[in-house]
């Protein structure tokens, strides 16, 4: 026993390989010897169960003896020479590898005569063939993950699989049944995202027609897919969709947005034109209207416009040249320009901004805001003062705001007014509390002086006293007053 696990360490710890030199020459005693060696290792580790069997070569021999295995070595050695010195002989500077005959028989007829690969492989061939499949054990995957292969869920379990982000096919809901029991699942699930996937399924697998019949009863469904359609720029397939469900406003709202997508603005203005007749309600009509006209509006000014600036004809376009085109710019940006470059010209002129507020019917408030920004801007104080004064009917003048005046002087504030054009507006603020808290802040030294005056409040009038300047007429104004026997203060 201890001779056999000797022969056992001996022939696993051996190899029957060497390196490489010039100067090797192939022993063929020796590989005899190292043949004979290995047979009678295997002999030994191998069991004994089917001694009483023995098969033979062609040849007569025994399969698996010692003259079978020596005849079966020499052959192959005999090749490997002859392979080599033709190599050789012919010549070659560099090492070519050996050829190497493969044995007619496999590893399996070293064991005891047993031949199992019905091909004959040697034990290089069959260490070296990637075609021979691998039986070395795998760890079994769960049960779950087989079933991510399989495709055979429920709609219920597909949708449920998609929340939480796993890939599914499904390519599998082939009949319409199924296809709409999925839809519900997905609706029922109150995921936007799943509901999307899904429609985008259904819009691929089914017949227009079939899809809006039954998304007509699916409201929820319906709106995504109509959000869908609209962020991706489908505006066919949303146009057939609205029709069919006989949204003649819907329709006509979403051919309107296709202006959004025309650069050229001759050809945006006819398309706008073309645009008045479709059925809208009667005050989105009136709005495709105005924004027909705006357009045409401010093509004429922008080509006047820029004529004068080119020639270097008008003062102002020297003094502020102006920083982009009026085209395709809102209402509110176009009465701004109108009113910081045309405030002055008449009525009957396209760029006049009285013209554009009769034609567009811009309230006095958004008006007023839109002018004071502009003239203010340009420091023009008189066009401020004419535009915050009114007439009655008796030709009595008075200042009026229809922002009222604490925005104004915000806005005079914002553009750097004088503190002479503050306080004139400052006055004007009715709110006492808001008046003082705007005077104080802008510094309007007279405003104060005079409210706390009205107010008779003497203890504020004299605190203030210590923060205008020493020998300044704010407090020759504060000394005059205090020393008004006449006032009658309330502290």
């Given at each position: 026993?201890?001779?056999v696990?000797?022969?056992e360490?001996?022939?696993?710890?051996?190899?029957?390989?060497?390196?490489?030199?010039?100067?090797d020459?192939?022993?063929?005693?020796s590989?005899?010897k190292?043949?004979?060696?290995?047979?009678?290792?295997?002999r030994?580790?191998?069991?004994?169960?089917?001694?009483?069997?023995?098969?033979v070569?062609?040849?007569g021999?025994?399969?698996?003896s010692?003259s079978?295995?020596?005849?079966?070595?020499?052959?192959?050695?005999?090749?490997s020479?002859?392979?080599?010195d033709?190599s050789?002989?012919k010549?070659?500077?560099s090492?070519?590898?050996?050829?190497?005959q493969a044995?007619s028989y496999?590893?399996?007829?070293?064991f005891?005569?047993r031949?199992?690969?019905?091909?004959?492989q040697?034990?290089s061939?069959a260490?070296?063939?990637?075609?021979?499949?691998s039986?070395a054990?795998?760890?079994r995957?769960p049960?779950?993950e087989?079933k991510d292969?399989?495709s055979?869920?429920?709609p219920k379990?597909?949708?449920?699989?998609?929340q939480?982000?796993?890939?599914?096919?499904l390519?599998?809901?082939?009949?319409?049944?199924?296809?709409?029991?999925l839809?519900?699942?997905?609706v029922?699930g109150?995921?936007?995202?799943?509901?999307?996937?899904?429609?985008?399924f259904?819009?691929r697998?089914?017949?227009?027609?079939i899809?809006?019949?039954e998304l007509?009863?699916?409201?929820?469904?319906?709106?995504?897919?109509?959000?869908?359609?609209?962020e991706m720029?489908?505006?066919?397939?949303?146009?057939?969709l609205?029709?069919?469900?006989?949204r003649?406003?819907?329709?006509?709202?979403?051919q309107y947005?296709?202006?959004?997508?025309?650069?050229?603005v001759?050809?945006?203005?006819?398309?706008?034109?073309?645009?008045i007749?479709?059925?809208?309600s009667?005050e989105?009509?009136s709005h495709?209207q105005d924004h027909?006209t705006?357009?045409?509006?401010q093509?004429?000014?922008?080509?006047?416009?820029?004529?004068?600036?080119?020639?270097?004809?008008?003062?102002?376009?020297?003094k502020?040249p102006?920083?982009?085109?009026?085209l395709?710019?809102?209402l509110?940006?176009?009465?701004?320009?109108?009113?910081?470059?045309?405030?002055?010209e008449?009525?009957?002129m396209?760029?006049s901004?009285?013209?554009?507020?009769k034609?567009?019917k811009?309230?006095?408030?958004?008006?007023?805001?839109?002018?004071?920004?502009a003239?203010a801007?340009?420091?023009?104080?008189?066009?401020?003062?004419a535009l915050?004064?009114?007439?009655?009917?008796l030709?009595?003048t008075?200042?009026k705001a229809?922002i009222?005046?604490h925005?104004?002087v915000?806005?005079?504030?914002?553009n750097?007014?004088?503190v002479q054009?503050?306080q004139?507006y400052?006055?004007?603020?009715?709110?006492?509390?808001?008046?003082?808290?705007?005077?104080?802040?802008y510094?309007c030294?007279?405003v104060?002086?005079e409210?706390?005056r009205?107010l008779?409040?003497?203890?504020?009038?004299?605190?203030y006293k210590?923060?205008v300047?020493?020998?300044?007429?704010e407090?020759e104004?504060?000394?005059?007053?205090?020393?008004?026997?006449?006032?009658?203060?309330?502290?």
């Amino acid at each position: 026993m201890s001779r056999v696990r000797a022969d056992e360490e001996e022939y696993w710890h051996s190899s029957k390989f060497r390196a490489f030199t010039f100067d090797d020459e192939d022993d063929e005693l020796s590989q005899l010897k190292e043949s004979k060696r290995a047979v009678n290792s295997l002999r030994d580790i191998v069991d004994d169960d089917d001694d009483d069997l023995e098969r033979v070569s062609w040849s007569g021999e025994p399969v698996g003896s010692i003259s079978w295995s020596i005849k079966e070595t020499a052959s192959g050695s005999t090749s490997s020479l002859d392979g080599r010195d033709s190599s050789l002989q012919k010549g070659s500077s560099s090492y070519a590898a050996l050829p190497k005959q493969a044995s007619s028989y496999s590893l399996s007829s070293l064991f005891k005569g047993r031949n199992k690969l019905p091909s004959f492989q040697s034990l290089s061939d069959a260490l070296t063939d990637t075609g021979v499949k691998s039986y070395a054990p795998e760890l079994r995957r769960p049960k779950a993950e087989y079933k991510d292969y399989s495709s055979d869920w429920s709609p219920k379990d597909t949708v449920r699989r998609m929340q939480r982000g796993k890939v599914c096919s499904l390519e599998r809901f082939r009949s319409l049944q199924d296809k709409l029991v999925l839809l519900d699942e997905a609706v029922a699930g109150h995921d936007g995202n799943v509901i999307t996937a899904v429609l985008i399924f259904l819009k691929r697998t089914l017949r227009r027609e079939i899809l809006f019949r039954e998304l007509e009863v699916r409201q929820v469904a319906l709106c995504h897919l109509i959000h869908f359609l609209r962020e991706m720029g489908e505006q066919k397939f949303l146009l057939d969709l609205l029709r069919f469900l006989d949204r003649t406003e819907e329709v006509a709202l979403s051919q309107y947005r296709e202006h959004l997508n025309i650069q050229d603005v001759e050809k945006r203005r006819e398309f706008l034109k073309g645009c008045i007749g479709l059925p809208f309600s009667a005050e989105d009509t009136s709005h495709i209207q105005d924004h027909y006209t705006l357009l045409e509006r401010q093509i004429i000014i922008e080509a006047n416009d820029r004529h004068l600036e080119t020639a270097g004809q008008s003062e102002l376009f020297r003094k502020y040249p102006r920083k982009a085109s009026i085209l395709n710019m809102p209402l509110v940006t176009t009465l701004f320009y109108s009113c910081f470059y045309h405030y002055t010209e008449a009525e009957g002129m396209f760029s006049s901004p009285t013209n554009l507020k009769k034609t567009f019917k811009i309230p006095d408030k958004q008006y007023v805001l839109t002018a004071l920004a502009a003239r203010a801007k340009l420091r023009a104080w008189g066009d401020v003062d004419a535009l915050l004064t009114t007439k009655n009917w008796l030709g009595y003048t008075k200042k009026k705001a229809p922002i009222g005046f604490h925005r104004v002087v915000e806005i005079l504030q914002r553009n750097n007014a004088p503190v002479q054009v503050l306080q004139e507006y400052v006055r004007l603020v009715e709110d006492v509390e808001t008046r003082l808290n705007l005077a104080t802040k802008y510094k309007c030294h007279d405003v104060v002086i005079e409210t706390y005056r009205d107010l008779k409040d003497r203890i504020q009038l004299t605190a203030y006293k210590c923060k205008v300047e020493r020998g300044s007429a704010e407090e020759e104004k504060i000394h005059s007053i205090l020393s008004n026997v006449q006032i009658r203060w309330k502290n």
